[in-house]
C-alpha cells in the first residue's frame, strides 16, 4: 500500500521525520510529497526542500521525496497511492484536518486519509516555529537535522549558535548615591 504524505516542508522538522518513519513502518512505501504552492513565498526552493528530505530519510528504504502541483487527490491517484499520511499536533489540527479529509473523500472515495498523532516531543512543532526562531539568531539544531540547521543559519545569515547557551547572572543595579549634605544626585560626566 502507497501513502503519500503531504506538505510545503519548509523546513521539514524533526516532527515530520517523526511521522515519516512511523508511516514507513505501516506502508510498503511513503511518498512525502513537496506542494509547489505559488501563493506561498518559500525559504527554500522546492528543489532544496527534496534534497534535504532525500538526505534526512535516506535510511528509510521505502520513503521517496516528489512535488506536485494542484490537488492532493489527483496527485495520489497519479501515484496510485491509496492513502493521505497527516500528523495531528492539537485539536486545532484535527479540525482542519478533518475538514481536508472529508473534501477529499468528495474527490475520491478511493483514498482514506490516516492520522497519526505526533509524538509528545514535537507535539509543539512547526515549520514555522523553526524559522521564527532562526529569524531572530536561536538555535534550531533540537528542532531539525543538522543538515537542514546549516541551511536555515545560512539564509538568515547567522553563525551557528550554540545550542542551549547558559545564561551568565546579572548583577543587581548599584543605587546611585546620594550626597549627604543637600540630598541630590552627582553630576554625571557625559
Same mark, same amino acid.
Given at each position: 500500500?502507497?501513502?503519500?504524505? $503531504?506538505?510545503?516542508?519548509? $523546513? ?16 510498503? %512505501? ?74 477529499? %473523500? ?24 523553526? %524559522? ?21 543559519? %545560512? ?9 542551549? $547557551? ?10 546611585? $548615591? ?13
Amino acid at each position: 500500500m502507497i501513502a503519500i504524505y $503531504p506538505g510545503s516542508f519548509d $523546513p521539514i522538522t524533526l516532527g515530520h521525520l517523526d511521522i515519516i518513519q512511523r508511516g514507513s513502518r505501516l506502508f510498503n %512505501k511513503v511518498i512525502v510529497a513537496v506542494l509547489r504552492n505559488p501563493n506561498k513565498v518559500p525559504l527554500f526552493t522546492v528543489e532544496q526542500r527534496l534534497e534535504q528530505i532525500r538526505i534526512a530519510t535516506q535510511h528509510l528504504p521505502n520513503v521517496e521525496a516528489d512535488s506536485f502541483d494542484g490537488l492532493t487527490v489527483n496527485y495520489a491517484q497519479q501515484r496510485q497511492a491509496q492513502v493521505l499520511l497527516r500528523g495531528l499536533r492539537a485539536i486545532s489540527d484535527f479540525e482542519v484536518e478533518l475538514q481536508m479529509a472529508h473534501t477529499n %473523500k468528495t474527490l475520491s472515495t478511493q483514498i482514506e486519509t490516516v492520522f497519526l498523532a505526533t509524538s509528545n516531543e514535537y507535539s509543539f512543532l512547526s515549520s514555522s516555529v523553526v %524559522k521564527e526562531i532562526a529569524r531572530f539568531g536561536g538555535s534550531v539544531d533540537h528542532l531539525v537535522p543538522p543538515h537542514i540547521a546549516l541551511d536555515i543559519y %545560512k539564509c538568515y545569515n547567522h553563525n551557528y549558535p550554540i545550542a542551549n $547557551p547558559t545564561t551568565t547572572a546579572i548583577t543587581p543595579l548599584q543605587s546611585i $548615591p546620594m550626597e549627604q549634605s543637600t540630598g541630590t544626585i552627582p553630576n554625571q560626566e557625559a
